[in-house]
């Protein structure tokens, strides 16, 4: 009964919103994780994800790879820009998103679950997805539309565990990453997006770049590089609340809904 409430309280808050003018000074990194016609909150189905790609092309949207985000936030040069990740590295991304980026010409990073490459993932909700093989991974990355970084090495929740497990849940997946890619796996994405002060610390000195987590917003200037904002889109994102989490209005709502537990 909470939960129909609070989603209930969820669309209207993003009809409210949906009053106001976009605008969108800043980057939104997308999280995305199946895209396929699976019944898994987490998945979008082909014809839902074309929908959202033709809308950033017709809307002007430049795509960039996660790599680019620091030297973006630099020059401060983030206004219109988007960045589409998917995380855990599923097949069906090769299979139902890949033609869908190649037509529209589009970037993206993935970021792989190390230990399961070529094999299956359970997620949370019971349901398991076959993962990217090695083949597929470099066919995605020679066409020059794909980067691939990691995710950690068992997708294991950081926060549940010792400071030498962290370590080598991070150097494994960043290891296994750089030697399949050939390039330096340089940003990270915290499994579960559970991270934490000393977490983030960790990702410093092991050499990342960039840290990516999942509570939502947008990406400025001077934001925490080793906790950035990500935009989940899942089957309860529509029409509204994409065109939403693509603009400042994200931050208004994430603000309100964590004002009101919503």
Request: aromatic share 12%; with cysteine.
């Amino acid at each position: 009964m909470r939960s129909a409430f609070r989603t209930i309280l969820r669309r209207l808050l993003l009809a409210l919103l949906g009053l106001f003018p976009a605008r969108q000074n800043a980057l939104s990194i997308l999280m995305y994780h199946s895209v396929s016609d699976s019944e898994a909150f987490f998945a979008v189905s082909p014809s839902e994800f074309e929908g959202q790609v033709k809308y950033m092309n017709d809307t002007r949207k430049s795509t960039i790879f996660a790599s680019d985000i620091s030297g973006r936030m630099k020059t401060g040069s983030l206004s219109d820009l988007v960045c589409i990740t998917f995380d855990d590295g599923y097949e069906d991304v090769y299979l139902n998103a890949y033609p869908i980026i190649k037509k529209y010409g589009i970037k993206a990073t993935v970021f792989l679950i190390t230990s399961e490459i070529g094999g299956f993932y359970t997620g949370s909700e019971g349901k398991t997805f076959r993962l990217l093989n090695k083949e597929q991974i470099r066919e995605m990355q020679n066409s020059g539309l794909f980067e691939f970084m990691p995710h950690g090495h068992t997708h294991a929740k950081l926060t549940a565990l010792s400071a030498e497990e962290q370590k080598r849940e991070m150097l494994i997946s960043r290891d296994a990453v750089a030697a399949l890619t050939g390039k330096a796996a340089s940003i990270f994405a915290y499994p579960r997006g559970r991270t934490n002060s000393s977490i983030a610390s960790l990702a410093r000195e092991l050499g990342f770049s960039l840290a990516l987590g999942v509570r939502p917003g947008l990406v400025w200037g001077n934001s925490d590089k080793y906790d950035l904002p990500r935009n989940a889109v899942d089957s309860m994102v529509d029409t509204q609340a994409f065109c939403i989490k693509l603009s400042d209005r994200v931050q208004w709502y994430a603000g309100i809904a964590r004002f009101f537990k919503i």
